[in-house]
């Protein structure tokens, strides 16, 4: 079974600092791994994901995250916040063999101008 | 816009009654995935159809129900609601059976009163 954490419920930056949030897995077989983003009252929008191949993903919006098999982790980044990425942000794991996609509980990121 | 359709936005409804949920997916896509998200929650998978088969059941209740009709399109019942029940209900749709990425719908915001 493949299951997902998500450090921190909250996490708060200043609008130009760099986000991290953190995201931990657990799968027996090979995951692909996904970062997800919620805006207010919308659904959730693919940020990135990884498969196969490079285990440094680049998705929208300036966003990136690596995916490292010995820590299992996925933490996403960002270089700089801008106003515009506050949201709520879930990290999600599956399988090739399986059905469905597990989700972690969230991290809602505040940014501070 | 994910290409994902989902009917009514808002649905208010008594305890006890029963409401229906449509969901139309991406064009071409033949995977349907119905989520509940809840505060308390988070994001909990339902259940799964492929190409009008079900495929994968997760945390649904005996109350609630759902099929995959032959255009594709899914609808998620629910009977006797209870208070519990009120939640966003997402439907997400992805092109075929392995969970490489999966598109949102905009969700069902269901309050039961």
């Known amino acids: 079974a493949q299951s997902v954490t998500q450090l921190g419920s909250h996490v708060s930056v200043s609008e130009g600092a760099l986000v991290l949030l953190r995201c931990n897995y657990s799968?027996?077989?090979?995951?692909?791994l996904f970062w997800y983003v919620q805006y207010p009252n919308q659904g959730l929008q693919l940020l990135l994901k990884?498969?196969?191949?490079?285990?440094l993903v680049k998705g929208i919006n300036g966003f990136e995250a690596e995916f490292k098999k010995s820590e299992t982790s996925f933490h996403l980044t960002k270089p700089s916040a801008h106003m515009s990425d506050a949201a709520e942000y879930f990290c999600?794991?599956?399988?090739?063999?399986?059905?469905?996609?597990?989700f972690g509980t969230g991290t809602s990121l505040t940014v501070i101008p | 816009d994910s290409g994902v359709t989902q009917t009514p936005k808002h649905l208010i409804t008594a305890t006890g009654q029963r409401v229906t949920l449509r969901c139309s997916p991406r064009s071409g896509d033949l995977s349907v995935y119905w989520y509940q998200q809840s505060l308390d929650q988070g994001l909990q998978f339902l259940i799964q159809y492929y190409n009008g088969e079900e495929r994968a059941k997760g945390n649904i209740l005996e109350r609630f129900s759902a099929q995959q009709f032959p255009d594709l399109h899914s609808e998620l019942n629910l009977s006797s609601l209870e208070l519990g029940d009120s939640a966003l209900y997402f439907c997400a749709s992805s092109p075929g059976q392995v969970n490489t990425e999966a598109f949102f719908g905009q969700g069902t915001r269901l309050t039961v009163v």
């Open positions: 990884y498969t196969t191949g490079a285990t």
């Open positions: 799968s027996s077989v090979p995951p692909y």
């Open positions: 999600a794991v599956s399988v090739r063999t399986g059905n469905q996609f597990y």
